[in-house]
């Protein structure tokens, strides 16, 4: 930005120094024409605050996003244990290396659970269903906060859509990549926790391929505009 200005205002003394004007004079009417210091530098606070601005909602309502997709996965859970699930399909964990503190936090729990291993798989499936949902929760929250504050006429711009839709794309299709490949390691090895990466797997993967379809949309108007 400073090399900008001394070019320009270089270039502008000059020209008036070969309309006639002498260097002295060439050179404060140069300042005069590029404006006073206070009004550049507000313009350029303007500018980096209206960014600011623009990137902490777009994180807001890409976090918010996230957090309901988790909430969903939940939901998806709790209902594969509505329908038969067993709990070990939804406790991702190990039950081989549990420590005695542990066992008797799960046990005073779960009194009725016949060993320290089926509490702590118990604790762990209704986590995955619990937790997540509340998260989800949050994530509503958060995404009403985010339609109020956007109404107000200063919070209302974010980041080109082209910006948060490839942010999306990678996070989201990342994520279902990895849950989905969790999720058939652990059928494949016998592992406990299978559900609980398919449930996550299931709501990640179609954000990923909506992400990918508004992503081509928005090079299209690009690449025409």
Known sequence: MLDEADAHLHDTAARLLAEGMNPLEAEHAAVERFGAADLIAGDELRRSTGL????????????????IAVGVSGVLAGAMRIVGASQQFLAPGATDNLSATDCLRWLALDPRAGSCAQAAVADWATETVVYRMAIGILGVAAYACLRVARRRSTMRDMLPRIVPDTVALVAFGAGGCWCAAMTVDALAAGAHGAGAWLSAAIVALPIAAAAAVRLSHDLRLTTLG
Request: aromatic share 6%; proline share 0%; charged share 5%.
């Open 52 to 67: 600011a601005r623009q990137v902490t909602l777009t994180v807001w309502a890409l976090g918010a996003i996230g957090a």
